[in-house]
C-alpha cells in the first residue's frame, strides 16, 4: 500500500496525462464543492417531512402546523384566468415584470394609500424570496454585515449564505412578545460592514407586529448611520385586533434611497405556488441593478403574472373574511396553548404563526417523537421545532414555530393533541 | 460655504444625534448600493428595446430576430392542462420539484437513452437560469474562475457576477465555426483558481454543435485537471443535417463527480414564458447542496410544473416538425445572408442563432440605427450587437446575433431587409 500511495502523491503534484486509461481513471484528480456550498442550511421545516411521510404510510393522520402553506382558497378570478386560457405560445414576459400586473401592483399600493409609487419604482420577483435574494446581493457586498432580529424568517439565513453577507442577529424575547429591543441595543450591533437592517412586519415566525414608534425608531436609525431599511411585508394585511399595519411605505419618502419594500402574492391571496413578489424601491441604483439582474433571468413566469394581474377584482371582502377567519384560528390556539402547564406563548398580533415555548429540553426531539412515536387516537401533528429560526447557534432549543394555517376544529385538535403529548412526553423522556 | 463644508465633516466624523430634525435630514449619511449591483450587466438584448418601441410607436413594422422567443406552437396538451385547471389553492410545491414532473423529466432522459438517471438525480430550477446560478454557486467560491467559451450566452455573465465568480472565456472564431480551440489552449487557460469548465451545446449565441472529439476532450480535461464540466443543453433536440447531439449525459457515469448538466423547457416546447429547467448530476454533495438552495426558494411554480409534466404526452412529431421548420429558416437566412457582400456567417449546426459578421466598424450603433433611421416599405429589423456575447471587451464589434424565431417569409424578407440597410449605411457612415 506504502507505495501506491506515494505513486497517487507523485500524480497529484505533477497533473500528468500520459498515463494508460486504466491508471488515469484510477487516479484522477479528486474534486470538491464550493467551500459556501455546504453552509446554505436546509429547511428546518421540511427537516422532519421524511418522518411525516413515514407517520401517514402507517395510516396516521399528521396535522400539518409546520409550513405556511395555508388551505384558504384562491380567489375564484384567479383561477378563472386558467379556464380561459387562450395564449399559445407561453413566451417571456418582460424582465421589470408584466405591464398588466405592474400596473395592477401600482393600484394595489394606491388603495393602501401610497399614490406617491410608479410602477417605474417595482420590480417583479420570482416568489417573495427573489426579493429578499435581489435586496441582500443589492444592499451589501460579500463580507458585509445585514442586522436583523431573531426568530427570523429561516430563509434569511439562505439567502445570506448565497448572497456571501453576513446576518447578524439581534436576539428579542418572548416576554416582550418579540418586539424590539431599545435603540442603543441596536446601534451598539452596528459595525463599519453594517449596510442595511431587515425586519418581517408583521413577522413570521414570531406573530409581532411592530408599533409605528418602533418603525420610527429604525427609520432614524437608518438615517443617521446612513444604512438600507428593508422591510417583508408578506403578511401586510394580516393584523389583529384591529391594530394597523405601519408599512416602511409611510416613510419611504422621507428615506427614499434607504427604504426597500419586499412583498409577496403567496399568503396575501393563497397564491404560493405562483412564485411572484415585489421588491419596491425610489433608490434608483437599486433599481437599476435588480433590473440586470432580472433582465439575466430573462422574466417571471407569464402565466402566473396572468393570474395575479387580477388582483384589481378580488373583493375587499376577501382579505377581510381571511384576517377574520386567522383571528378565529389565533384565539383558538392563543388560548388553548395558555391552558397547558409550561407552554408560553404571547398573544400573535398579525400573520399566522408563533413562536411557542414548551416545557422540553430538545424541541427537535420532541417535534419528531411526535411524528414516530406519538398517537392518539392514530392522530398526531407536525410543527417545526424553532432553532432553525435563529441565527444564533444554540437559541430556540426549547421553543416550536406553529403556523395557524387550518381551520378552526382542527387547530383545537392540535391543541389537545399536543397537552397530550407534552404529557406523555414529560414521562417519558 | 466653507464653514458648512467644515460642519459636515464634524457630522459625518462622529455621527451624532442630538441635531434637529431640519439639519438632521441636509446631513443625513450618504448611502451607497453595493459595488458588485452596478457590475451586472444589462442585457444587450434588451437594451435597444426602447428604441423598437418608439420605432413601433411610428406604425413601423419591427421584425424581431434580436431574441431567443419563438413562435413555434407550444405543444396544445400543455395548453389544456390550463383549460381543465381545478385545484385550489395554489399551494408550494416541494422544494427538489413537483413529483410528476420529476416523473416525467425521469422518463424523458431514459427515452434519450441515459437510463442510468433516477428522479434524484434531477433538481427541478425556476428556468435554465436558476441551474446556471445554482451550478455556478456549488462549484466555485467567490473569487474562483470558471471556464467558458466566447462569443456565449450572455447571461453567464450576470451569473458569474452575482455568485461572485471570474467567467474567464476563450475566444472561439467564426472561422472555424466557432468550435473548440486545440486541448493546449484550453489548458493554458486553467489556473489553479480554474473550478469548472462551461459549455452551451447546441450553443446560443453561435450555433455550434459540439462534435463528440470536442466533447470527449473536455470530459479528459476535466478528469486531468480536477474539474467540474457544465454543460448547458437548452437546445438538445436542434441539430440539423442529421448532426447527433453528443451530450454530457453520455459522459456522466465516466466522471458521475464532475458532470453537471444544465437544462431547460423553455426552447423544447416553446415555453419560454413557463419558468422550469434542470440541474442534473450524480454528485451527491451538489444534489443536497442545491436542494438547500431550492429550498430557501420553497419550490418552483406549481401550475408551471403541472404543464410541463404533460411532456410525456407530446408527441415525437412535435420535436421533429419544429426541427424541420428551424432547418428550413436556418437555410434561408444562410444561403440569404451568404449572398450579401461583407457579411460572414458559418453554417449554422444547431440551435436556431447565429453570429454574423458585418460590413461595419460598430453593430451596435448599426443596429440602433436600422430601428431608429432605417426604413423600408415601413419596415425594419432588429438585430442584438454582439458586444455583449463575450466576456472580452472589445471582441465582436463588428458582428450581430441573429436569432431565426420567425418563419420562413420574415426571415426572406429580413436577408433583403438587412442587406438593403447595409448597403445605404455604407453611404452613411
Redesign the interface.
Known amino acids: 500500500m506504502d507505495s501506491i500511495y506515494r505513486f497517487r502523491l507523485t500524480i497529484s503534484e505533477c497533473?500528468v496525462?500520459f498515463l494508460s486509461s486504466d491508471l488515469?481513471?484510477t487516479y484522477?484528480?479528486?474534486?470538491?464543492?464550493?467551500?459556501?456550498?455546504?453552509l446554505?442550511?436546509?429547511?428546518p421545516i421540511?427537516k422532519l417531512v421524511p418522518y411525516a411521510i413515514a407517520a401517514k404510510k402507517e395510516g396516521v393522520h399528521v396535522y400539518h402546523l409546520n409550513?405556511g402553506?395555508?388551505?384558504?382558497?384562491?380567489p375564484?378570478v384567479?383561477?378563472d384566468v386558467?379556464?380561459k386560457?387562450d395564449r399559445?405560445?407561453?413566451?417571456?414576459?418582460q424582465?421589470q415584470g408584466n405591464p398588466d400586473f405592474l400596473e395592477a401592483l401600482r393600484w394595489y399600493y394606491h388603495k393602501l394609500g401610497f399614490t406617491f409609487l410608479e410602477s417605474k419604482h417595482i420590480q417583479v420577483t420570482?416568489?417573495g424570496?427573489?426579493a429578499i435574494?435581489m435586496a441582500m446581493?443589492?444592499?451589501?457586498?460579500?463580507g458585509?454585515e445585514v442586522l436583523t432580529f431573531e426568530p427570523l424568517y429561516t430563509?434569511y439565513n439562505?439567502?445570506a449564505v448565497?448572497n456571501?453577507v453576513v446576518l447578524k442577529a439581534i436576539t428579542t424575547s418572548s416576554d416582550t412578545g418579540f418586539h424590539l429591543p431599545d435603540r442603543f441595543v441596536i446601534e451598539a450591533a452596528i459595525s463599519s460592514k453594517t449596510?442595511a437592517i431587515l425586519i418581517c412586519n408583521p413577522n413570521n415566525p414570531t406573530g409581532t407586529v411592530y408599533t409605528k414608534d418602533e418603525i420610527r425608531m429604525l427609520v432614524?436609525i437608518a438615517?443617521?448611520?446612513?444604512?438600507?431599511l428593508l422591510s417583508d411585508e408578506v403578511y401586510r394585511e394580516y393584523t389583529y385586533d384591529g391594530r394597523a399595519h405601519v408599512s416602511l411605505l409611510s416613510y419611504m419618502q422621507?428615506i427614499p434611497?434607504?427604504a426597500i419594500v419586499l412583498d409577496s402574492m403567496s399568503k396575501r391571496y393563497?397564491?404560493?405556488?405562483?412564485?411572484l413578489g415585489t421588491l419596491v424601491t425610489m433608490?434608483a441604483?437599486?433599481l437599476k441593478?435588480v433590473?440586470?439582474?432580472a433582465?439575466?433571468?430573462?422574466?417571471?413566469?407569464?402565466?402566473?403574472q396572468a393570474?395575479a394581474a387580477t388582483l384589481v377584482d378580488v373583493p375587499d371582502t376577501y382579505i377581510e373574511e381571511v384576517r377574520d377567519e386567522y383571528t378565529k384560528r389565533r384565539d383558538v390556539l392563543y388560548e388553548g396553548l395558555k391552558s397547558i402547564p409550561g407552554v408560553t406563548i404571547p398573544k400573535p398580533e398579525g400573520a399566522f404563526y408563533s413562536i411557542v415555548g414548551l416545557p422540553v429540553s430538545d424541541a427537535e426531539h420532541f417535534c419528531q417523537w411526535l411524528l414516530t412515536d406519538f398517537r392518539d387516537n392514530n392522530e398526531t401533528l407536525m410543527i417545526a421545532p424553532a432553532a432553525g429560526f435563529y441565527a444564533t447557534a444554540g437559541k430556540g432549543k426549547n421553543e416550536v414555530r406553529i403556523a395557524y394555517v387550518l381551520n378552526t376544529t382542527s387547530i383545537a385538535r392540535c391543541v389537545e393533541l399536543l397537552a397530550k403529548a407534552l404529557s406523555v412526553y414529560s414521562k417519558q423522556v
Chains 1, 2 share one sequence.
Not at 28 to 38: A, E, G, P, Y
Not at 69 to 74: F, L
Not at 295 to 302: D, E, H, P, T, V
Open positions: 497533473e496525462d488515469y481513471n484522477m484528480k479528486t474534486i470538491s464543492v464550493s467551500s459556501r456550498l455546504s446554505v442550511p436546509s429547511s421540511r409550513i402553506d395555508p388551505d384558504i382558497k384562491t375564484q384567479m383561477i386558467l379556464k386560457w399559445n405560445p407561453i413566451g417571456y414576459d424582465s420570482t416568489g424570496s427573489e435574494s446581493f443589492s444592499v451589501a457586498n460579500a458585509d430563509n439562505s439567502y448565497v456571501g449596510k432614524d438615517k443617521t448611520h446612513g444604512l438600507f422621507e434611497d434607504h393563497s397564491l404560493c405556488g405562483v412564485r433608490n441604483s437599486i441593478g433590473l440586470a439582474i433582465q439575466g433571468r430573462l422574466s417571471a413566469g407569464l402565466i402566473d393570474i
